[in-house]
Structures are given as C-alpha cells and as structure tokens.
C-alpha cells in the first residue's frame, strides 16, 4: 500500500500534539471493569465485566476474539480477531452505541492487538503483510466522527508481531515481533521455523521511526516474543512460546529494560516443565511490583518479582489464560471452563465465577484503567 509519507507523519503528528478532545477531559471515575472475549453457547462474544467476574453486558463478534485496545477515558474499546484476524470492531465499554467495524486494507490481517495513543486521536495495531512476509503496525484516525479511516502503517522491522505497548513516555511503541512466518491460506502453521528471528522493537509513535532493537541469543531464534506487560520501573515484561524441539525447555519469561539485554527467568525446575513451552498472557498487578503469566497449555500461572525476577510461586488453573491486575496485590485468572478467580503470591486461590459448560473464556482479560 503506498504511503504519502510526508503528509502521514504530519498527520501522526498533528494527533500526537493536539488537544484531547472533549470526552476525554469530561471523563469521570467508573467502577472496575474488565472485558474479555468468549464463547458462549458456540457464540463468539466480548463480555464487560465487574470487579467480581459478573457480566455487565456483552455484545456478538462475528468470529473468534483475542484482545484489546483501551481508551478508558473515553469509555471505549477496540476488539480484534484472533490471529489470523479480519476484522477489529471499535465498542463503547457502556453499551450505548452498535459498535462499528474497522477498515482493513487487501493484503493484511490483524495478530490480535492493539493500542491507543495516549491522547486517544490514534490507534495502532499489529497487522500482518502476508504477501510481503513482513509485519506492521496499521494506525488508524481514532478521533471523534473519523470514522477509524486507516492513515498508514509502520514496518516493525519482523514476522509474526503479536502484542504491543504504549511505553510511559507515550511516544514510544515496544512491538513483540514473534519471529513466525505464516500466511492465511494455511491459518497459523509456522513456515519458517528454521529461520526464525523474534525480537523486540521499539519505534517512534510518531512516523514509525525504528529507535531500538533487541533479540534473545542466536540459540534461542525459536523462541517466539508474543505477550508484553509493562512494570512499575517501566520494564518490559514478556512471555514466550517455544517452537522448537518439546523436549527442550528453554526459559520462557523475560524483561527488557532499554539501555540492556534482555533478562529470562526460568523459575523453579518443575514450573518450567509444567508451563510447557507455553505462555500466553502476562499482566502486571496496580502497583507494577509483580508479573503474572500463564499457560493454559500447562494449566499453570506463575508470579514474578518484578525487581529481581524471582519466582513468587504459582497455581494450577486447568487452560487459565486470561490474566488482569485486581485490587491491590492480587490477579483475576479466567479459563476455558468459565470460571473467573482471584489468586496472587500471597493470597488463596477465591473463586468469583463458577464453570459453566456452555461459557468459555478466551486468552486475554484486560483491565480497564481508571478513567
């Protein structure tokens, strides 16, 4: 797709340094909310929940949903399909309104993830160029009355780019480049397993600048970056999955600092072995000091100090995948199953939603900030 390059980084720009709109300045607090995508009844749906794991209100998604981008001082939201995903829908986190499907030029798909800027006029998403075997971030005019139109689009500088995150500085944009070609007409097979390169990429908000770059060791190039959480200090948190020999079993978790190397933590032996070469969430708790991640492949969420990287501990939550900050200390854990729990390193396991056959939870559930 050409790009105007001059016209879109004054466009970029011009968003970036505006004014927040009005809705935004006329925001006002909200009680804890999170939003998840589901089956339910074999319906893909989003759900809004409370702080207890009810249901506020939920609304049909046309295929299977991943997760989030959050613009919680404007009260809404952006869905995406589960990779390889073709369709995004934006949504008011009240209900109020029908949402309202995003553009997506031929020749791309969504990876399932999105951002805000911080001003709310941009949205950025990780989009696949298949036929160019190279991965972007597609920014869209998320202003009132826009209409989502797609500006342009930034190279990430790999394949296979999963989650990315607006960086405290709320200029810069951390993107986990997974390493792993794959092309829609053979849905999520790995095609390039021999040459796999994931890294992380940090780039300009502004006009896609690339400003730095890491990757793990040559040794572990099968090691996909896939799912980003930020820590107080302002780390980059990240999980892994491992695409290489399962008898292997190669750290899985990690931090980034910029400046650094990349750090892993392995954990205890018998963590390493549970989490199966597998992570498939990573969250932060409100006060940024401790990392949850899990797998639900290895039915297993672990917690990380996030100063030192040591393992806090962990517990079993068979296919528990979505994980988000609650209350102070602690985590919400939804599963496969239906049910919503609250855990952490230092409290028990209290459940808040009960299974249900019918209801299956996606990976992802994500907080919504205070607004």
């Known amino acids: 797709m050409a790009i105007d390059r001059r016209g879109f980084v004054t466009a970029i720009g011009g968003a970036l340094l505006a004014t927040p709109w009005l809705a935004r300045a006329a925001s006002v607090a909200t009680p804890t909310r999170y939003v998840a995508a589901r089956q339910r009844d074999g319906r893909h749906e989003v759900a809004i929940v409370d702080g207890d794991g009810h249901d506020l209100h939920a609304f049909a998604l046309p295929d299977r949903g ?58 950025y998403a990780t989009e696949n160029d298949f036929e160019g075997e190279r991965a972007v971030v597609g920014v869209y005019d998320a202003a009132a009355g826009a209409g989502w139109r797609r500006v342009g689009e930034f190279a990430c500088d790999g394949i296979g780019a999963h989650e990315l995150l607006l960086m405290p500085d709320g200029r810069t944009l951390c993107v986990a480049n997974g390493g792993i070609l794959t092309h829609p007409d053979y849905g999520k097979l790995e095609l390039n397993l021999d040459t796999m390169a994931p890294s992380l990429a940090y780039l300009d908000a502004r006009d896609g600048r690339l400003l730095a770059q890491v990757a793990l060791a040559p040794s572990l190039h099968q090691l996909s970056i896939r799912h980003l959480a930020l820590a107080g200090d302002g780390a980059v948190w990240f999980g892994c999955q491992y695409s290489g020999p399962a008898a292997d079993r190669p750290a899985l978790v990690g931090r980034h600092r910029r400046g650094h190397a990349p750090e892993l933590f392995a954990g ?65 854990v939804s599963d496969g199953h239906g049910a919503i729990v609250e855990a952490g390193p230092t409290s028990s396991l209290r459940a808040l939603r009960e299974g249900a056959e019918a209801l299956a939870w996606d990976n992802h559930l994500r907080l919504v900030p205070a607004g």
């Open 66 to 123: 991943h997760s989030f981008a959050i613009d919680a001082p404007c009260g809404r939201a952006v869905a995406f399909g589960r990779q390889p995903g073709f369709f995004a829908l934006a949504f008011d986190l009240d209900g109020r309104t029908p949402p309202q499907r995003l553009p997506l030029p031929d020749g791309r798909h969504f990876f399932g993830h999105g951002a805000f800027s911080a001003d709310g006029r941009l949205l």
């Open 268 to 332: 205890p032996d018998e963590l390493l072995r549970d989490l199966r070469n597998y992570v498939g969430s990573v969250a932060a708790n409100t006060r940024g000091d401790v990392i949850a991640t899990s797998s639900p492949v290895g039915g297993q969420v672990a917690f990380w100090d996030a100063a030192s990287g040591r393992s806090l501990g962990r517990i079993a939550r068979p296919d528990g995948c979505g994980v988000a900050a609650h209350g102070q200390g602690a985590f919400l």
